[in-house]
């Protein structure tokens, strides 16, 4: 499911913020483990997030779920060009390794339809589908190596 969250970052001193989301306070505080990889510290719960640049934002995948972070001012400026869309290709946030392909070449796929599961730094992430279409080609085979921006799978969109 495709969702914004707002939330407000307050800086508590190094490496230490509070997050607010809606009226919800949460105490943060964090340590780089890599340049992929961060421990964090959430209300006392120890977490590792790994995390990578993409065009489009800092992509973080916490718990096996992967969320997009934008700053409020590139997602404004980004409005107004009358774009707001979600990636149109099927690429990996990281380098990965692809661990399963979901569809075939042929399969029809609903938006947010789990495509290929690739893993990085002993984490499973699903890709899914960008849009309602047809999956017209698959670049990519199980144990393949593959890098952000690499696309792993073609789908053509549905007409409407």
Partial sequence: MDRTIDLNVEPDGDERFTVVIDENRHRVA????????????????????????????????????????????????????????????????????????????????EKGQGVVVVSAMKMDTTLRAPFDGEVTRINVAEGDKVNPKQVLVDIAAARN
């Avoid at 990578?52 to 590139?74: H, N, Q, S």
């Fill in 30 to 109: 964090c340590r780089r483990l890599s340049n992929h990889e961060i421990h964090l510290s959430v209300d006392g719960r120890q977490v590792t997030a790994f995390v990578a640049d993409t065009p489009d934002g800092k992509v973080v995948m916490v718990d096996g779920r992967t969320w997009l972070l934008e700053d409020a001012a590139a997602m404004k400026s980004r409005r107004r060009g009358g774009r707001q869309e979600g990636p149109r290709e099927v690429t990996p946030p990281m380098p990965a390794v692809v661990t399963k392909i979901l569809v075939a070449e042929g399969d029809t796929v």
